[in-house]
């Protein structure tokens, strides 16, 4: 998503890599939100965990208050404008051109995965590998415990020695030659608990209506179909 979203990583991708193709999946807000800032809070780059607090959050952000104290960017956390996708859609038409820009619509990836699998092997000039079963991966989440997340996180975020050298020290293979799990990865994985987004309530759900509706329409003009059943659900 943040390659979308972000200013100027599409440019640069594309300056690096004039013949890349780009596969963007778009959801509804309604859910993406809820989805994103819980994400945003196991990575440590929120740190309000009611949804509607950190929205009415973002006028002060932007005058660089309030800012979560491992942040890495405050754009991340601009709620308002994180799933104005039909900006971001045409941003990346007119940068790369339709003929390598693939849109899949979530609600039709989860009615039919194998159909839009297919579509998007096509699009890469891929040849279809057979495989019609698709496991759920990459849940939401949370983290276990704070002072374990900060450690795992925080050096990354600032420069710190403490996470490498851990890593370094940590043996890699058993001792019959096959490699082991790093250590990193399993006190990553100690600490991730599955956790469901809370949804928006009422009021929150009617303001973000109000406010993306408009670029809803937009994005249904850009891909030639009505997405005005996100907000009528």
């Given at each position: ?59 002060s ?50 009615s039919?995965?194998?159909?839009t ?7 890469l ?27 795992l996180?925080k ?9 490498d050298?851990?890593?370094?020290r ?12 790093g ?14 987004p ?15 509706r ?20």
């Amino acid at each position: 998503m943040s390659y979308l979203y972000l200013p100027g990583v599409i440019e640069r991708i594309n300056m690096l890599n004039p013949q890349a193709r780009f596969v963007v999946l778009v959801r509804n807000p309604l859910t993406m939100l809820p989805s994103f800032h819980l994400r945003m809070q196991f990575l440590l780059q929120e740190d309000e965990p009611d949804f509607q607090k950190a929205w009415e959050l973002e006028p002060s952000r932007d005058r660089g208050e309030n800012i979560p104290k491992y942040c890495l960017d405050a754009y991340l956390l601009k709620y308002s404008q994180v799933a104005r996708f039909g900006v971001q859609v045409e941003r990346l038409f007119n940068v790369v051109g339709r003929d390598r820009a693939q849109v899949v619509v979530f609600d039709d990836f989860k009615s039919d995965s194998l159909g839009t699998y297919k579509n998007l092997l096509s699009f890469l000039n891929v040849d279809y590998d057979g495989q019609t079963e698709f496991e759920r991966r990459f849940g939401s989440q949370m983290y276990r415990y704070g002072w374990l997340q900060r450690l795992l996180f925080k050096p990354v975020t600032s420069g710190g020695k403490v996470v490498d050298t851990l890593q370094r020290r940590a043996r890699k293979y058993n001792p019959d030659g096959t490699k082991r799990m790093g250590l990193i990865k399993r006190l990553t994985r100690l600490n991730k608990i599955p956790m469901k987004p809370t949804p928006l309530s009422p009021q929150m759900t009617d303001i973000v209506r109000e406010t993306l509706r408009h670029d809803v329409m937009h994005l249904s003009g850009l891909l030639d179909r009505d997405l005005s059943f996100w907000f009528d659900r």
